[in-house]
T-cell receptor, first 111, second 113 residues
Framework: QQQVKQSPQSLIVQKGGISIINCAYE??????FPWYQQFPGKGPALLIA?????SEKKEGRFTISFNKSAKQFSLHIMDSQPGDSATYFC??????????FGTGTSLTVIP | DVKVTQSSRYLVKRTGEKVFLECVQD?????MFWYRQDPGLGLRLIYF???????EKGDIPEGYSVSREKKERFSLILESASTNQTSMYLC????????????FGPGTRLLVL
Protein backbone atom coordinates (compact mmCIF):
# COMPACT_ATOMS: atom_id res chain seq x y z
CA GLN A 1 0.00 0.00 0.00
CA GLN A 2 1.46 3.29 -1.12
CA GLN A 3 1.65 5.63 1.87
CA VAL A 4 2.30 8.68 -0.31
CA LYS A 5 0.50 9.06 -3.64
CA GLN A 6 2.32 11.17 -6.25
CA SER A 7 1.09 12.56 -9.56
CA PRO A 8 1.63 12.94 -12.42
CA GLN A 9 3.96 10.11 -13.37
CA SER A 10 5.51 12.24 -16.09
CA LEU A 11 5.38 15.91 -17.00
CA ILE A 12 6.54 17.90 -20.00
CA VAL A 13 6.86 21.66 -19.61
CA GLN A 14 8.12 24.42 -21.86
CA LYS A 15 11.14 26.40 -20.73
CA GLY A 16 9.98 29.27 -18.57
CA GLY A 17 6.77 27.52 -17.56
CA ILE A 18 5.62 26.33 -14.15
CA SER A 19 6.01 22.67 -13.22
CA ILE A 20 3.62 21.34 -10.57
CA ILE A 21 3.88 17.95 -8.90
CA ASN A 22 1.33 16.82 -6.35
CA CYS A 23 1.44 14.42 -3.43
CA ALA A 24 -1.20 13.18 -1.01
CA TYR A 25 -1.07 11.15 2.17
CA GLU A 26 -3.44 9.67 4.74
CA UNK A 27 -1.30 9.14 7.83
CA UNK A 28 -1.80 12.13 10.12
CA UNK A 29 1.34 11.15 12.03
CA UNK A 30 3.49 12.40 9.14
CA UNK A 31 5.19 15.63 10.14
CA UNK A 32 8.12 16.04 7.77
CA PHE A 33 7.76 16.32 3.99
CA PRO A 34 10.92 16.45 1.85
CA TRP A 35 11.28 16.53 -1.91
CA TYR A 36 14.19 14.78 -3.58
CA GLN A 37 15.56 15.39 -7.08
CA GLN A 38 17.29 12.64 -9.06
CA PHE A 39 19.29 13.10 -12.23
CA PRO A 40 20.01 10.12 -14.51
CA GLY A 41 22.84 7.99 -13.17
CA LYS A 42 22.79 9.71 -9.77
CA GLY A 43 21.19 9.05 -6.43
CA PRO A 44 18.36 11.30 -5.20
CA ALA A 45 19.37 14.51 -3.43
CA LEU A 46 17.34 16.66 -1.08
CA LEU A 47 15.79 19.62 -2.87
CA ILE A 48 13.55 21.25 -0.28
CA ALA A 49 11.54 20.15 2.76
CA UNK A 50 8.65 21.45 4.87
CA UNK A 51 7.03 20.78 8.23
CA UNK A 52 3.26 21.15 8.69
CA UNK A 53 3.48 24.25 10.87
CA UNK A 54 3.83 26.36 7.70
CA SER A 55 1.74 26.35 4.54
CA GLU A 56 4.47 27.32 2.13
CA LYS A 57 8.24 27.23 1.82
CA LYS A 58 10.22 28.83 -0.97
CA GLU A 59 13.83 28.33 -1.97
CA GLY A 60 14.74 30.13 -5.15
CA ARG A 61 12.53 28.87 -7.97
CA PHE A 62 11.26 25.92 -5.90
CA THR A 63 8.22 26.22 -3.63
CA ILE A 64 6.41 23.64 -1.50
CA SER A 65 2.74 24.33 -0.84
CA PHE A 66 1.26 22.38 2.06
CA ASN A 67 -2.44 21.86 2.82
CA LYS A 68 -2.71 20.11 6.17
CA SER A 69 -6.51 19.76 6.16
CA ALA A 70 -6.50 18.16 2.71
CA LYS A 71 -3.38 16.10 3.51
CA GLN A 72 -1.77 17.26 0.30
CA PHE A 73 1.46 18.96 -0.63
CA SER A 74 2.92 20.04 -3.91
CA LEU A 75 6.16 21.18 -5.51
CA HIS A 76 6.09 24.18 -7.81
CA ILE A 77 9.05 24.93 -10.05
CA MET A 78 8.84 28.46 -11.39
CA ASP A 79 10.56 29.51 -14.63
CA SER A 80 11.38 25.86 -15.38
CA GLN A 81 14.72 25.28 -17.10
CA PRO A 82 16.07 22.35 -19.14
CA GLY A 83 18.52 21.72 -16.29
CA ASP A 84 15.51 20.97 -14.06
CA SER A 85 14.78 17.87 -16.15
CA ALA A 86 14.99 15.06 -13.60
CA THR A 87 12.87 12.69 -11.57
CA TYR A 88 11.27 14.19 -8.48
CA PHE A 89 10.18 12.22 -5.42
CA CYS A 90 8.05 13.47 -2.60
CA UNK A 91 8.34 11.78 0.77
CA UNK A 92 6.75 11.86 4.19
CA UNK A 93 7.96 10.81 7.59
CA UNK A 94 6.41 10.44 11.02
CA UNK A 95 8.48 11.67 13.91
CA UNK A 96 11.59 9.61 14.47
CA UNK A 97 10.80 7.14 11.75
CA UNK A 98 11.57 6.18 8.18
CA UNK A 99 10.76 8.07 5.01
CA UNK A 100 7.92 6.91 2.78
CA PHE A 101 8.57 7.95 -0.81
CA GLY A 102 6.12 8.64 -3.61
CA THR A 103 6.37 6.85 -6.94
CA GLY A 104 8.25 9.66 -8.67
CA THR A 105 7.57 12.17 -11.45
CA SER A 106 9.76 12.37 -14.52
CA LEU A 107 9.99 16.03 -15.53
CA THR A 108 11.16 17.08 -18.99
CA VAL A 109 11.63 20.76 -19.69
CA ILE A 110 11.66 21.50 -23.41
CA PRO A 111 13.89 24.38 -24.59
CA ASP B 1 31.85 17.08 0.94
CA VAL B 2 29.32 14.38 1.77
CA LYS B 3 30.04 11.06 0.15
CA VAL B 4 28.21 7.75 -0.06
CA THR B 5 29.85 5.20 -2.29
CA GLN B 6 28.52 1.90 -3.54
CA SER B 7 30.86 -0.88 -4.56
CA SER B 8 29.48 -1.47 -8.04
CA ARG B 9 27.48 0.56 -10.53
CA TYR B 10 26.35 -2.50 -12.49
CA LEU B 11 26.14 -6.17 -11.56
CA VAL B 12 24.97 -9.21 -13.49
CA LYS B 13 24.29 -12.35 -11.47
CA ARG B 14 22.70 -15.74 -12.01
CA THR B 15 19.58 -16.99 -10.25
CA GLY B 16 20.52 -18.65 -6.97
CA GLU B 17 23.82 -16.80 -6.53
CA LYS B 18 24.64 -15.03 -3.28
CA VAL B 19 25.05 -11.33 -3.94
CA PHE B 20 26.77 -8.72 -1.80
CA LEU B 21 26.16 -5.00 -2.27
CA GLU B 22 28.48 -2.77 -0.29
CA CYS B 23 27.94 0.81 0.82
CA VAL B 24 30.39 3.12 2.55
CA GLN B 25 29.79 6.61 3.95
CA ASP B 26 32.46 9.02 5.12
CA UNK B 27 30.26 11.37 7.17
CA UNK B 28 30.23 9.51 10.50
CA UNK B 29 26.47 9.15 10.14
CA UNK B 30 24.52 7.00 12.59
CA UNK B 31 21.81 5.84 10.21
CA MET B 32 22.16 3.89 7.00
CA PHE B 33 19.49 2.64 4.63
CA TRP B 34 19.01 0.30 1.69
CA TYR B 35 16.28 1.03 -0.84
CA ARG B 36 15.31 -0.48 -4.12
CA GLN B 37 14.03 1.73 -6.91
CA ASP B 38 11.66 0.36 -9.54
CA PRO B 39 9.76 2.26 -12.24
CA GLY B 40 6.29 3.18 -11.07
CA LEU B 41 7.01 2.05 -7.50
CA GLY B 42 9.40 4.75 -6.35
CA LEU B 43 11.87 4.05 -3.56
CA ARG B 44 11.01 1.25 -1.17
CA LEU B 45 12.92 0.68 2.05
CA ILE B 46 14.46 -2.77 2.44
CA TYR B 47 16.42 -2.45 5.71
CA PHE B 48 17.92 0.28 7.81
CA UNK B 49 20.42 0.50 10.63
CA UNK B 50 20.67 3.13 13.36
CA UNK B 51 23.86 1.81 14.94
CA UNK B 52 26.63 -0.69 14.45
CA UNK B 53 25.32 -4.25 14.55
CA UNK B 54 21.73 -2.95 14.73
CA UNK B 55 19.23 -3.48 11.93
CA GLU B 56 15.55 -2.96 11.35
CA LYS B 57 13.30 -4.31 8.63
CA GLY B 58 11.82 -1.85 6.20
CA ASP B 59 8.81 -2.40 3.99
CA ILE B 60 10.20 -5.15 1.73
CA PRO B 61 12.84 -7.19 3.64
CA GLU B 62 11.91 -10.60 2.22
CA GLY B 63 14.81 -12.21 0.37
CA TYR B 64 17.37 -9.78 1.78
CA SER B 65 19.62 -9.52 4.80
CA VAL B 66 22.06 -6.83 5.94
CA SER B 67 25.23 -6.47 7.91
CA ARG B 68 26.73 -3.48 9.70
CA GLU B 69 29.98 -4.42 11.41
CA LYS B 70 31.48 -0.92 11.19
CA LYS B 71 29.77 2.45 11.43
CA GLU B 72 30.75 3.53 7.94
CA ARG B 73 29.82 0.34 6.10
CA PHE B 74 26.40 -1.22 5.44
CA SER B 75 26.08 -4.33 3.30
CA LEU B 76 23.01 -5.72 1.59
CA ILE B 77 22.98 -9.46 0.97
CA LEU B 78 20.78 -11.40 -1.41
CA GLU B 79 21.11 -14.93 -0.07
CA SER B 80 19.79 -16.57 -3.25
CA ALA B 81 19.21 -14.07 -6.02
CA SER B 82 15.99 -14.31 -8.01
CA THR B 83 14.90 -12.58 -11.19
CA ASN B 84 12.37 -10.45 -9.30
CA GLN B 85 15.29 -8.87 -7.45
CA THR B 86 16.49 -7.24 -10.66
CA SER B 87 16.40 -3.59 -9.71
CA MET B 88 18.31 -0.43 -8.88
CA TYR B 89 19.61 -0.54 -5.30
CA LEU B 90 20.28 2.71 -3.49
CA CYS B 91 22.16 3.15 -0.25
CA UNK B 92 21.68 6.24 1.91
CA UNK B 93 22.91 7.61 5.21
CA UNK B 94 21.72 10.29 7.60
CA UNK B 95 22.95 11.84 10.85
CA UNK B 96 21.58 11.00 14.25
CA UNK B 97 17.84 11.56 13.79
CA UNK B 98 15.67 9.96 11.14
CA UNK B 99 14.14 13.14 9.80
CA UNK B 100 17.43 14.64 8.80
CA UNK B 101 18.55 14.71 5.19
CA UNK B 102 19.33 11.34 3.69
CA UNK B 103 22.39 11.31 1.45
CA PHE B 104 22.24 8.79 -1.33
CA GLY B 105 24.89 6.87 -3.21
CA PRO B 106 24.79 6.63 -7.01
CA GLY B 107 23.07 3.23 -6.96
CA THR B 108 23.85 -0.29 -8.13
CA ARG B 109 21.87 -1.62 -11.06
CA LEU B 110 21.52 -5.37 -10.53
CA LEU B 111 20.41 -7.73 -13.24
CA VAL B 112 19.59 -11.30 -12.18
CA LEU B 113 19.44 -13.75 -15.07
Amino acid sequence: QQQVKQSPQSLIVQKGGISIINCAYENTAFDYFPWYQQFPGKGPALLIAIRPDVSEKKEGRFTISFNKSAKQFSLHIMDSQPGDSATYFCAASPKGNQFYFGTGTSLTVIP
Amino acid sequence: DVKVTQSSRYLVKRTGEKVFLECVQDMDHENMFWYRQDPGLGLRLIYFSYDVKMKEKGDIPEGYSVSREKKERFSLILESASTNQTSMYLCASSPSTFQETQYFGPGTRLLVL
